[in-house]
């Protein structure tokens, strides 16, 4: 079973359905203490802004869940504002303290670009993780984003996407990832990484 994390700022839905398209049972979980320990892996959705994020993951107990989820070995993946939930800060509207299970720190995009970015754009594995085995480079996937991850450590980069910079769209180390795109919205490419977690289950 998967659980999704609902503080109140995530598609709860439509990553849901997605998951369930590719076989695997889902729980949507509120509170930390809703955890019961038998779950196979933990998903991080969210839309908005990082500090208020922090702030309902906080308020629910999961602050101090979800390190010692990670701890377990099991997947923990967080998808657009949860992959940024990720690292120690934002800039975003001030600046916030993350999770911290990922060095580094999420700026907004600069200069004449149009933000948020939003739409279909490239994704180019960096790379071969199992998680986009079967995702060619120049995939597209679906973005709404003002804000990215510099990641401090760059072996954390798994796959790189273009918009006026050269930003990680997803990231990774051992079981804990993070996908700057929604891959509920990204069609087969979108599917294909669920399945590709999904069968990492088994």
Same mark, same amino acid.
């Given at each position: 079973?998967i ?22 049972p889902t ?10 320990g ?5 998903v ?5 802004a990082?500090g208020?994020?922090?702030?309902q993951?906080?308020?629910r107990?999961?602050?101090e ?16 504002? !949860? =992959? %940024?939930?990720?690292? *120690?800060? $934002?800039v975003?509207m #001030? ?5 911290? +299970?990922?060095p580094g ?8 670009l149009?933000?948020?970015h939003?739409g279909?754009?490239?994704?180019n594995?960096?790379?071969?993780v ?27 980069v798994?796959a ?9 769209s ?7 990832m !993070? =996908? %700057?795109?929604?891959? *509920?919205? $990204?069609?087969?490419? #979108? ?5 590709? +977690? ?5």
């Amino acid at each position: 079973m998967i659980a999704i994390i609902d503080y109140g700022m995530g598609n709860l839905y439509s990553v849901t359905k997605a998951l369930e398209k590719m076989g695997a049972p889902t729980r949507i979980v509120a509170r930390a203490a809703e955890l019961t320990g038998d779950e196979r892996a933990l998903v991080l959705p969210g839309v908005g802004a990082f500090g208020k994020g922090m702030e309902q993951l906080r308020q629910r107990g999961f602050v101090e869940a979800i390190p010692g989820f990670v701890a377990t070995g099991k997947p923990f993946v967080g998808i657009c504002l !949860g =992959l %940024q939930l990720l690292f *120690e800060q $934002s800039v975003e509207m #001030g600046e916030y303290r993350g999770l911290g +299970l990922f060095p580094g720190r999420v700026v907004r995009f600069s200069g004449d670009l149009v933000v948020p970015h939003m739409g279909w754009n490239q994704v180019n594995p960096v790379q071969p993780v199992p998680l986009l085995a079967g995702v060619e480079p120049g995939s597209y996937a679906y973005f709404v984003h003002s804000y990215y991850a510099l990641p401090a450590d760059p072996a954390l980069v798994w796959a790189t996407t273009s918009y006026g910079v050269e930003f990680a769209s997803v990231v990774g180390r051992d079981n804990v990832m !993070g =996908l %700057q795109f929604h891959p *509920e919205k $990204s069609q087969s490419v #979108g599917l294909r990484i669920l399945r590709n +977690l999904v069968a990492s289950l088994k």
